[in-house]
């Protein structure tokens, strides 16, 4: 038995819409979501429990130039990102659900930016139930024994609700019943995990002081605001695939409350959270295949989900419902999930997107500006027009801010900084609309007086049981029987009185008796049906168990292979691991050897290298040395052959000088003679070389000839011959490279005159000079006088590549000397040498001039054209 409860309270009835002094302001409450990514840039920080910073970020203020400010926002409660549904749902909703059950209005809306989680907090998320989930839960936890038969309450068209008695809305039961409405099985519904997920809220939550001498009844609606027109989204379509019907827009009235109201709206009675929430996410579906089908933006309608809660008392046997309709209370809450606050440009909408997106914000702007105009009335006490017409979604809610209702808002906000500047306008939003001030509503009386309760302590099989009541209303209506005592014989009206009693009875009876047939056919049917269902439960759960005991069988002989392999597996592991350190300290010890053997061959080859040039500079030494005794050889050789050669020659010539030209004895020559032979052996060279005008003359093996102080020391009487076979020698070896024309003129000169032609050769081979001397003939104008000259040609010497020497002659001296038979003068351009005793000596013959003139050039007595001096120098041995 059901303890009896205490009595509430009476309270006074108060019309509907009547309002009090008192007012509350619009709750607003702000919720942070987390960042969908942790490295995300945060613009918004929970301060404390009420309030909130919002800060520049970073790439706004690069952006705009802007500087870095942080703003803080009040609210009645900020709710962090660790926020659960369940706190927010007890903070904000729960008081709002009270508030229905105790007959007063409610309105709750989400407003932010979209993505800022304005759903996720309304509807939840798979897993987490939002407010209206809980909302429903909390109501029927609440009312649950307490609810009204189903058509008990009949909504109409007008925004009230009417009563039926009990008969008629079993009959209207079993009527709707009976029509082929495809029922959604309760399987399908829990098939949706979406669905199952969303209303699967564990906590256990309930309204307090329950009117228990009224029954509710709970009514849902569901709307959508897209575009500002309002389109019903439970309304029962007839699926035309052929010519599909676009959604009619449905409009706004007002009721003789002035309350506003959507015509024609499909009402839903439900009886249940999973009920409630099935027929909304019906709507959610509608709603979702609309926006597929007419290429609508979902985050751009407003949806509206109406729970409207009737409640009526219970007569004074606490029996039937009071069949009073203005003793039906009916309050409602409505959870609004607003479009996304942000801005047109934000979303790039075009053509007719952008018109939705204008029409959207319109809404919004039309909500801001009622709130503005609210706040500005109550501030300055100014009696401005709210301008709620602009607008469906400020028309449909205009009661709640004249004081039909309490009014809460929550402020959904992703710290995300690209949502800085929206959730900046967000914020401005909320601060104006928290200062509105809304007209607190009164509690409206529940009921008339209801004496008892006995229909609602009797035991009874469920909360809404059904089919149960049926007898039981019946029952209620059995005719009471008349009063049977006949007092007067004529008394013609009481027994047929009785008769039609006891007649209707007896039908009554016999209804009963075929209900109870009827519901003891059903009973057994339903029986065997579930004796039938739960053996096929049973069997299927066999043979699940079965499956499952297969599958367990089978997995764990798998994790066993698996275990099995694992630990092979972990064994080659650590086989492997070995032989890779053994392998690593081969590779380490061979890494030494390389380097080590790597620096000895360095060093050998740097030995080798030193090596190579050490024996590269003996070689060369070696060869030098080699080369120059070679040569020295070789020269020695070539001299005395020469030597032998020309002693032969001059002997020779001596003979054929003695034999041919026998000569006047000279006592003077001896004396000459032998001054001339000390001079000799200090002059290098005097061979006679007559050269050509041409200045170069390569001469191989040139410093033969000119070593050879040994011929002018046999030259002493038959110097002439000497010189001669000198300059033939000569010519035969410069013939390849030049005109011998003064070689072969002298030549010509000593076989014409042969006492008469000189030719000398000075040279200096350490300084490279190179001289030679020629005289010849040359014709004057008086034929008888000739004048004789000698020519001194001066040259360089150069060492050539192939070994030899060449001469390049540079100067050409000539010394001429009248020659009148008898007196003779020497002269020279240049140089005009003097006898050493001071006297000019007259030239008789080729021997006289030439031994002065190789003493001239040994005794230095040269002119300045003349700068060589003939010291007699040898070629080092
Ligand atoms: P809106 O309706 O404002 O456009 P939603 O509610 O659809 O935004 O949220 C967008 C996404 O962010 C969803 O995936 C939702 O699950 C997630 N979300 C929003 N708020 C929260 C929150 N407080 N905690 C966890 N996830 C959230
Ligand atoms: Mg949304």
């Avoid at 926002?73 to 706190?87: C, D």
């Amino acid at each position: 038995m059901k303890p009896a409860k205490a009595k509430m309270p009476r309270k006074p009835v108060i019309k509907k819409g009547s309002q009090s002094n008192l007012k509350d302001p619009v709750g607003v409450y702000c919720r942070v979501r987390p960042l969908s990514f942790p490295d995300q840039e945060c613009c918004v920080e929970v301060v404390n429990s009420t309030t909130v910073q919002l800060h520049t970020p970073e790439g706004y203020r690069l952006n705009r130039n802007g500087d870095y400010k942080e703003t803080q926002y009040s609210f009645k409660r900020v709710f962090g990102i660790h926020t659960t549904q369940k706190e927010l749902f007890d903070v904000v909703a729960s008081p709002l659900v009270d508030d229905l059950i105790h007959g007063k209005n409610g309105l709750l809306f989400t407003y932010g930016v979209t993505g800022s989680g304005k759903t996720h907090t309304m509807t939840g998320s798979p897993g987490y139930g939002g407010l209206l989930p809980r909302c429903l839960n909390m109501i029927f936890n609440s009312i649950g024994s307490f609810q009204a038969k189903r058509y008990v309450f009949k909504s109409n068209d007008r925004n009230s609700m009417e009563i039926q008695c009990e008969v008629d809305a079993l009959l209207e039961r079993q009527k709707r019943e009976a029509m082929p409405v495809p029922k959604t099985p309760s399987n399908k519904r829990q098939a949706d995990p979406e669905f199952a997920d969303m209303i699967n809220v564990q906590e256990f939550c309930k309204a307090e002081e329950i009117d228990e001498d009224s029954v509710y009844g709970v009514f849902v609606s569901y709307i959508e605001i897209y575009n500002n027109y309002i389109y019903d989204l439970l309304e029962e379509v007839q699926l035309d695939p052929i010519k599909p019907k676009l959604p009619q827009s449905k409009i706004l009235r007002e009721d003789k409350n002035h309350n506003m109201y959507v015509a024609g709206c499909t009402e839903v009675e439900v009886k249940s959270t999973e009920e409630a929430f099935e027929v909304f996410w019906r709507g959610q579906k509608k709603r979702r295949i609309a926006n597929t089908h007419l290429n609508r933006e979902s985050s751009r309608s407003h949806s509206v989900f109406s729970i409207k809660l009737v409640q009526a008392p219970l007569d004074a046997d606490g029996d039937n419902v009071l069949q009073e309709k203005e003793q039906i209370t009916i309050s409602q809450l409505s959870l609004v999930d607003l479009a996304g606050s942000e801005r047109t440009n934000r979303t790039k909408a075009e053509g007719n997107r952008l018109r939705e997106a204008g029409n959207i914000n319109q809404s919004l702007m039309t909500l801001r500006t009622c709130m503005e105009v609210l706040r500005e009335n109550q501030t300055y006490g100014t009696n401005k027009m709210v301008p709620y017409r602009d607008s469906k979604l400020t028309h449909l809610f205009k009661n709640y801010f004249d004081g039909e209702g309490k009014v809460r808002m929550i402020v959904c906000v992703n710290p995300k900084a690209e949502d800085y500047e929206e959730s900046l306008q967000v914020m401005r939003f909320a601060e104006v609309t928290q200062e509105v001030e809304v007209a607190r509503p009164v509690d409206k009386a529940i009921c008339g007086l209801t004496p008892g309760r006995r229909y609602r302590n009797l035991p009874r099989g469920g909360p809404v049981g059904d089919e149960p009541l049926v007898t039981e209303v019946i029952l209620q209506s059995f005719p009471p029987l008349p009063p049977s005592k006949l007092l007067d014989i004529n008394d013609e009206e009481t027994l047929p009185k009785l008769i039609e009693a006891l007649e209707k009875r007896h039908h009554l009876r016999q209804l009963m008796t075929e209900e109870l047939n009827k519901q003891c056919m059903n009973f057994k049917a339903l029986l065997k049906e579930f004796d039938s269902s739960l053996l096929n439960k049973e069997n299927y759960i066999q043979e699940k168990l079965n499956e499952k005991e297969k599958l367990i069988s089978g997995q764990k002989s798998e994790i066993e292979r698996l275990e099995k392999k694992n630990k092979t597996l972990e064994y080659k592991v650590e086989v492997l691991e070995k032989t890779t350190t053994i392998y690593e300290e081969d590779k380490r010890n061979l890494q030494q050897e390389l380097e080590s053997q790597n620096q000895k061959l360095q060093r050998q080859y740097s030995d080798k290298r030193r090596l190579e040039a050490r024996l590269q500079g003996m070689v060369t030494e070696t060869s030098m040395k080699w080369q120059k005794e070679c040569e020295r050889r070789v020269a020695a050789t070539q001299l005395e052959m020469q030597n032998k050669l020309w002693v032969k020659d001059e002997k020779l010539k001596q003979l054929k000088a003695i034999v041919t030209e026998p000569k006047p004895e000279k006592p003077e020559r001896p004396s000459r003679e032998r001054d001339r032979e000390k001079i000799l052996p200090r002059s290098v060279s005097p061979s006679p070389v007559p050269l050509s005008s041409s200045n170069i003359a390569q001469i191989s093996n040139g410093q033969q000839l000119m070593s050879q102080p040994q011929l002018h020391r046999r030259s002493n009487s038959c110097s002439s011959i000497s010189v001669a076979s000198c300059i033939s020698e000569w010519e035969q070896k410069l013939s390849p490279f030049s005109t011998p024309v003064n070689v072969t003129s002298l030549a010509r000169h000593r076989q014409q005159e042969p006492g008469q032609s000189k030719t000398c050769i000075v040279s200096d081979r350490r300084r490279g000079m190179y001289w030679t001397e020629g005289r010849e003939m040359v014709p004057t104008f008086n034929s008888e006088i000739g004048v004789e000259e000698d020519r001194c040609r001066r040259g360089d010497v150069y060492k050539t590549r192939g070994g030899g020497q060449s001469v390049q002659f540079t100067d050409i001296e000539t010394l001429k000397q009248e020659s009148p038979t008898g007196s003779r003068k020497r002269r020279s351009s240049t140089i005009a040498p003097a006898q050493p005793d001071g006297t000019e000596s007259e030239w008789t013959d080729v021997e006289t001039r030439c031994s002065v003139a190789v003493e001239m050039r040994a005794g230095s007595q040269l002119g300045p054209g003349y700068q060589h001096h003939a010291q007699p120098k040898r070629k080092k041995p």
